[in-house]
């Protein structure tokens, strides 16, 4: 099998690759993995196991028609990482985030269908469903994206739906809830506030800290996102979510206090625009069709993210000057 993962140097793609690479998911086994990455600046060479037999990397841009009619021809899947992600940036400048996740994903599906390519994953998020106060999101409930970014992933995932219907293109679509884990780039939430306490530093957090958000183990969303590429229906949309809601102020506590740190180091900074609520995904469908369940208790992934960022700064002290360090998702 020829897999090309798309945005396979930054957090979660990295992971899918190390994970197939390993030989962790028996129907990739002996899988040889190309992955395309821009490079941005999240990705990371740093998170791949460059000298790995099977591993082939290219540094390019989804948006680039040549480059991918040269990387695709001869590829058994697709599984597409590759996104702006950070909605503070979007605020600032909703650009590149249109080109990347809407054009990109465009032109990347347009080169699937050109090279007859039989099996597509798009990875999305739940922010394109909005906000809710109370219950959870199916697959089926109406997108209500509330930021630049969500919403260029909220017209990608319609992208990719229309390929499925319009081309007949083997795609199907994830919607996950808030990922944490190792080699996650320091200007999320959880990393950022690790980091900051490590170093001796304040933590911002957003407001009062009421926003709700649930939390995903990178590795249980891999587990779930390959799932969806060997057993997902084509045009299939599939919420993955980790069934853990915390407030961030309760994040903040269980952080502070895995650092060994008081709430003297909390700065409270002015709330974002259009800040969403809570999110929250049912997750019902790829229980029942995929029979995936999430297998990393949230306090113990969260206490060994802690320890891999204690155990790691070589890792991630040089990415700091990259990161945009002002806040949570």
């Not at 994970?19 to 962790?24: C, D, I, M, Q």
């Not at 990347?100 to 390519?117: D, H, I, K, S, Y």
């Amino acid at each position: 099998m020829k897999l090309l993962v798309t945005g396979g140097a930054g957090f979660i793609g990295s992971h899918f690759v190390r994970s197939v690479l390993a030989g962790r998911y028996p129907a990739s086994a002996g899988a040889r993995i190309t992955v395309l990455d821009k490079l941005t600046y999240a990705g990371n060479l740093a998170n791949l196991p460059l000298d790995h037999p099977r591993l082939t990397f290219v540094h390019g841009d989804i948006c680039d028609v040549r480059l991918l009619g040269d990387v695709l021809p001869g590829t058994d899947a697709v599984v597409h990482f590759a996104a702006e992600s950070h909605v503070d940036r979007s605020l600032m400048d909703a650009h590149e985030f249109v080109t990347t996740n809407v054009l990109g994903t465009q032109v990347l599906l347009e080169g699937c269908r050109t090279a007859r390519v039989p099996r597509i994953v798009h990875v999305s998020t739940d922010e394109v469903y909005g906000s809710l106060p109370h219950g959870s999101w199916t697959e089926d409930t109406l997108l209500e994206p509330n930021s630049p970014y969500a919403a260029s992933k909220a017209a990608s995932d319609l992208i990719a739906r229309s390929y499925w219907r319009a081309h007949g293109l083997s795609v199907s679509i994830t919607r996950c809830s808030n990922n944490y884990g190792p080699y996650q780039f320091v200007e999320k939430l959880i990393p950022l506030f690790v980091t900051n306490l490590l170093d001796g530093r304040d933590v911002p957090l957003y407001g009062d800290g009421h926003h709700v958000r649930e939390w995903l183990h990178v590795d249980d969303h891999c587990r779930a996102v390959h799932l969806v590429l060997t057993d997902g229906a084509p045009g299939g949309i599939y919420n993955i979510g980790g069934g853990t809601e915390l407030t961030n102020r309760d994040i903040t506590e269980r952080l502070l206090e895995l650092c060994g740190a008081d709430w003297d180091r909390v700065r409270h900074v002015p709330d974002r625009k259009a800040h969403d609520e809570r999110y929250s995904v049912d997750t019902t469908k790829i229980r029942e069709e995929l029979g995936f369940a999430p297998q990393i208790p949230f306090g113990q992934g969260l206490a060994e993210v802690v320890d891999w960022y204690r155990d790691n700064r070589t890792w991630w002290e040089p990415l700091r000057s990259r990161a945009q360090l002002t806040g949570s998702r």
